[in-house]
């Protein structure tokens, strides 16, 4: 935990937990050591993906390490304008509407991520009459994904076979731009995992868009770097990778990647005290004030969350030397942060951080879930 997080919460009042507390300073400085890491020559322009987290502090805060900003919807894309208005936009994400892309246009958007030949189709006739749009076709790969957290198969993109059938549709559409290629295959790769799969985008876009006659091309390796909340000290390797893809970087043409969790991760906390103690059927429990309705993340991922348990009043009852499983106030037993984890001691008043509540926390929650009071928001300015 930073310093500068641990005095802030020494400074809460008991009325403020929940809480969510970002460090802008060390999202910065995070972010700045990616940014130094891909920054010599071959390296990839960086997006961020702004669904990890589009809070409009961490959005201005990531915004001058990277190149542009990745968005899902229509919302997000409007969303992103309002915080950080000269952004980059990459615009993806399956079942975009007419409402959509036609924002998409008229917000003009950098790059369209088309994800089907009906999409490009309607972006096409979207589009004529306002003097076309730049385009990336998204290919979904197959291929060996061992290790992944997340394989995106399914419905995201066109295999290479769908993705034939863009070809009379680009042809009969001149007024579509056709950049490049992009590619998000799977979350939760480290950088050797990670650089092999560029590797196998690279083989398969490179010679496809060539035979699409498109110069100065552009390919997206996606996001999707692994963050690991069972080691939190085991960052994503970006001097590891940096190095690997400026080696396979050819002149003439552009890399860019979206990554969205890695990026944002580290820089938030989840705060709240003990609200009771118990033991049940043999297990011992810490009933927390607030709940997985406020940072779904331990349930979406099944995973017991990384906290940092501080001390407080001990004015109740205790647990000492056991397993406890740390649970929240919903009336469900899906609510859970961690299970049977070894604790010295925790007593009602003990506060416990959850670290790594800067992505997919908060903004993927259903927080109004039983009506509890909503966390309250803290942000630690930069230097
Ligand atoms: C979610 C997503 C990302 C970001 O993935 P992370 O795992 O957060 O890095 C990037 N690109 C696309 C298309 C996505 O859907």
């Not at 010599?40 to 669904?51: H, L, N, Q, R, V």
């Not at 968005?71 to 959509?100: C, M, Y």
């Not at 560029?198 to 770097?225: C, D, F, H, T």
């Not at 005290?273 to 993340?297: E, N």
């Amino acid at each position: 935990m930073t310093d500068s997080v641990t005095r802030h919460i020494e400074n809460l009042g008991k009325g403020q937990f929940p809480a969510y507390i970002y460090d802008l300073s060390a999202l910065a400085e995070h972010a700045h050591a990616v940014r130094s890491a891909l920054s010599g020559p071959g390296s990839p322009e960086i997006f961020y993906a702004a669904k990890a987290n589009p809070d409009p502090e961490i959005l201005r805060t990531v915004a001058p390490y990277v190149d542009g900003i990745e968005v899902a919807s229509g919302g997000e894309l409007r969303h992103v304008l309002e915080a950080v208005p000269n952004a980059r936009i990459a615009f993806g994400g399956p079942g975009k509407t007419d409402a959509e892309l036609r924002d998409a246009l008229e917000l003009r958007v950098e790059r369209i991520h088309v994800e089907s030949p009906h999409e490009l189709k309607r972006l096409a006739r979207l589009s004529q009459p306002v003097g076309g749009a730049d385009v990336m076709l998204r290919v979904n790969l197959a291929g060996d994904r061992a290790g992944a957290a997340l394989a995106m198969t399914g419905p995201f993109g066109m295999d290479p076979d769908l993705i034939e059938e863009c070809r009379p549709i680009l042809a009969a559409s001149p007024w579509i731009r056709l950049r490049g290629i992009h590619a998000h295959l799977a979350s939760g790769l480290n950088a050797e995992a990670m650089l092999r799969q560029s590797e196998q985008i690279l083989a398969w876009a490179r010679p496809w868009l060539s035979s699409a006659g498109v110069k100065s091309s552009e390919i997206n390796l996606g996001g999707g770097m692994a963050v690991d909340y069972a080691h939190p000290d085991r960052r994503f390797d970006w001097l590891t990778y940096g190095e690997g893809i400026a080696k396979l970087a050819r002149p003439g043409e552009t890399l860019r990647i979206e990554p969205g969790r890695a990026m944002a991760v580290y820089a938030g906390w989840y705060v709240t005290d003990v609200l009771d103690v118990k033991h049940a059927h043999g297990d011992a429990f810490a009933v927390l004030r607030g709940g997985t309705m406020q940072i779904r993340t331990p349930v979406t991922k099944g995973h017991d969350h990384p906290f940092t348990l501080l001390p407080g009043t001990s004015e109740g009852p205790a647990a000492e030397g056991v397993p406890v499983t740390y649970v929240g106030q919903l009336c469900t037993p899906k609510d859970v942060f961690a299970r049977h984890i070894p604790t010295d001691r925790i007593a009602v008043g003990d506060v416990v951080a959850f670290s790594m509540s800067g992505a997919y926390a908060w903004n993927i929650s259903h927080y109004n879930f039983l009506m509890h009071p909503h966390p309250t928001f803290h942000y630690l300015p930069g230097e």
